[in-house]
């Protein structure tokens, strides 16, 4: 059987997914009541006022959970900061990313805007999680992103 390991591109090797790799003074940590389980590292998105669960797919993600957490318990969860996550797949450094699905981060697509046409379009500002600070190759990488709105 052969065992592929994902890469570690995050500069952290020692880090695990969702720590905050950005000192708390140039960081913003909410703690906020989980309205479900949610596991470290995986984005969030507010489900409730003041209430947060796990993104499963395109939510609106406002930042990445800090702590293993049940329902009904305070969540610490950096809204802006770097932080340690887990790539659904190939992003490029410097590129928007997202929530995915099953606690990880894809590369937020560019929207493609007709300013002098007669559609009408949304633009998914709320979509976007943060900045990759590195690029990931494949689903499973490890990667920093800076989150922030």
Known sequence: MEVYIMADN???PECEIGDLISSLTDSTVLNLEAEADITKG???YLSSDLKVSP???NENAIGIALQ???AGQPCPVCVRGAVKVEAAGAITRGAAVQASANGKVAQLSDQAVDEGGTSTYTIYYARKLGIAL???SADGDQILIL???
Do not use: N, R
């Open 134 to 136: 590195c690029s990931a």
């Open 68 to 70: 293993s957490v049940s």
């Open 55 to 57: 993104c499963t797919g």
């Open 147 to 149: 989150v922030g709105k």
């Open 10 to 12: 995050s500069g952290f």
């Open 42 to 44: 995986w984005p969030v």
